[in-house]
């Protein structure tokens, strides 16, 4: 059955309507049970954390049979995977292939060397998943665990246990099995963990200064500065002005600050060899180069547009770089840059569920308070920064993706003390708001697991910000397995059509010559016989990817 009236309310919503009744249902009746287990287990600060890292971890898996392991999609995700692959084999950057002409693409270096343009913090992140698991997707499931389970940590010490427990579920739900930093590469996970491990050691070190606070937070710095470096100068700023007001306990805390300071000079250091392996130059980004190579990505908006010196993607570097200034490339005014600003609120989406709305004007009475005034302002610093760059992607500011959590826990908290003639009107609205939430994931997790794959890809459209692998639009699994059961060794030539835009297919492994598949850039017959005779060994295909269905066949010049 599938009715739908004028306003729009079908059969999902009477279907999550009642999902909603139910849970406020059984909290009605069993509140006071549930109330004491919740808060006599979310008391418990390791077991908790240990089932809010598996949470989303064991979830995911439970969809396995519906939706796979997630493939590298987009070129940021090959860039990182290339990047982990290339620290799995315990160096910083690969030397570059004497037939680099074939090979050159979006996100990837070259010359000096052959290596990707990030930082480190991902790769490492995915590397370390890979080593143990044998898969690098493992270490992007891994890293959204240990969000969730810090997300928690970091709430105890801002709010009650039972109140960081519900915290800690709500980074499940947003953060877990349907979230796009669980199913791509190129997620927020990590740099959510490091603004975790900032904002959960401040308010634990005016307390006491012990040192194993110090070092979660100069955790959290240093990495942060291996993830997003230009991020973690507003998470610095941030630390500065949450201890601004403490000057009391100055002469006691800033002597103890050494080895946070450690450990953010070893970030440092360790950005610097990094950049030095991969682009010579200690001072100068494997981001920077890419910049300067092939235009992409792009600058901030107040700096000029780069001239790309490569010719193969010249061309291609340009499009996205148009593509991505949707704003103009004029000079940025005042006015472009507070317009842009405002496109952005709806990304708070992505951190913040709608039903929790409602609690944020309850936050916003505790502002009297420094502390809270101070997780405003830094929410908005880091939204200032990342206003910088012409487009926006969620993992900008995912250092502060807990502060988002606990805007929500701390208004439903202020709300649930309200009382109207005695009567616990706000805790039952909490809890009804907790259940709403609840209800819109289940819903949502459990169509994924149940229902078709075709009904619920017919039914993305409406499901706003959660991202799973829906089937194989672009056919690179198709292709991928087809090549994989070929006898030996693969080389394949892609060519693109007159209208293609910016979906590349040129990735290679960071051991390009020990590849199963060497994928290269078709350049005509007479370049690609050259390639063709550097592998001997390998057979040859011909891949149109933008053909109509695409097309894969046996090369012949």
């Known amino acids: 059955m599938n009715w739908q009236n004028p306003i729009g309310f079908a059969t999902a919503d009477a279907v999550e309507l009642a999902v909603v009744l139910l849970l406020c249902g059984i909290w009605l009746v069993a509140r006071g049970r549930i109330g004491t287990l919740a808060t006599r287990f979310a008391s418990r600060t390791i077991p908790c954390m240990i089932v809010l890292a598996a949470m989303p971890v064991v979830l995911r898996l439970l969809l ?11 070129a940021d995700d090959f860039s990182y995977v290339l990047l982990a692959d290339t620290l799995r084999h315990f160096r910083f950057a690969n030397p570059p292939h004497p037939m680099s002409q074939f090979f050159e693409t979006f996100f990837v270096l070259q010359e000096p060397t052959y290596s990707s343009i990030y930082p480190l ?3 490492l992140a995915i590397a370390a998943g890979w080593l143990v698991f044998g898969h690098p997707w493992a270490g992007i499931a891994l890293a959204v665990g240990a969000l969730c389970a ?12 039972g109140w960081s427990l519900w915290g800690g579920i709500l980074a499940v739900f947003l953060f877990g099995p349907l979230s796009q930093w669980m199913n791509s590469y190129w997620g927020g996970a990590v740099s959510g963990c490091a603004g975790c491990l900032v904002f959960g050691s401040l308010p634990r070190l005016l307390v006491a200064a012990r040192l194993r606070h110090v070092l979660l937070l100069g955790a959290g710095l240093a990495l942060q500065m291996l993830t997003r470096p230009f991020e973690s100068i507003p998470l610095m700023a941030a630390v500065a002005l949450f201890l601004l007001p403490e000057w009391r306990v100055w002469r006691v805390l800033l002597p103890r600050m050494a080895p946070s300071l450690l450990l953010v000079v070893a970030a440092v250091g360790l950005t610097a060899l990094h950049n030095r392996a991969v682009t010579g130059n200690a001072a100068t980004t494997p981001y920077q180069l890419s910049r300067t190579q092939y235009g992409v990505p792009t600058t901030f908006t107040f700096q000029p547009l780069p001239q790309p010196q490569w010719r193969l993607t010249r061309e291609q570097g340009l ?3 148009i593509q991505s200034t949707v704003h103009g490339a004029g000079p940025e ?10 496109t952005r609120i709806r990304y ?3 951190y913040l569920l709608p039903p929790l709305y409602l609690a944020v004007p309850f936050f916003l009475l505790l502002l009297r308070r420094f502390r809270f005034l101070w997780v405003v302002m830094t929410i908005c610093g880091f939204l200032l920064c990342a206003n910088l760059y012409p487009y926006f992607y969620t993992h900008y500011i995912a250092a502060v993706s807990s502060l988002f959590i606990l805007v929500g826990v701390a208004g439903l908290e202020r709300l649930s003390r309200i009382r109207i003639r005695c009567q616990p009107v706000g805790d039952q609205a909490a809890a009804v708001i907790a259940c709403v939430c609840a209800a819109h994931c289940l819903f949502w997790y459990g169509l994924h697991l149940f229902v078709p794959a075709e009904l619920t890809a017919s039914l993305a459209r409406y499901e706003t910000w959660d991202a799973i692998n829906h089937g194989d639009p672009e056919g690179r699994i198709e292709v991928r397995r087809r090549l994989m059961q070929s006898p030996g060794k693969q080389l394949v030539f892609v060519r693109y059509g007159p209208q293609h835009t910016f979906k590349e297919w040129v990735y290679n492994e960071a051991q390009i010559d020990e590849a199963k598949i060497v994928w290269a850039r078709d350049l005509g017959s007479e370049e690609n016989d050259k390639l063709r005779q550097y592998y001997s060994d390998r057979s040859a295909w011909l891949l149109e990817p933008d053909a109509r269905p695409w097309r894969l066949v046996k090369y012949e010049p």
């Open 64 to 74: 396995l049979g519906r939706y796979p392991i997630p493939e590298p999609a987009v």
């Open 121 to 123: 913090g991902q790769g």
């Open 150 to 161: 810090l997300c928690y940590w970091m709430l105890r010490a801002w709010t009650t246990p």
């Open 319 to 321: 499009d996205y770089q």
């Open 333 to 342: 005014t005042l006015g472009t840059y507070l317009a842009r600003l405002g």
């Open 348 to 350: 708070f989406r992505f």
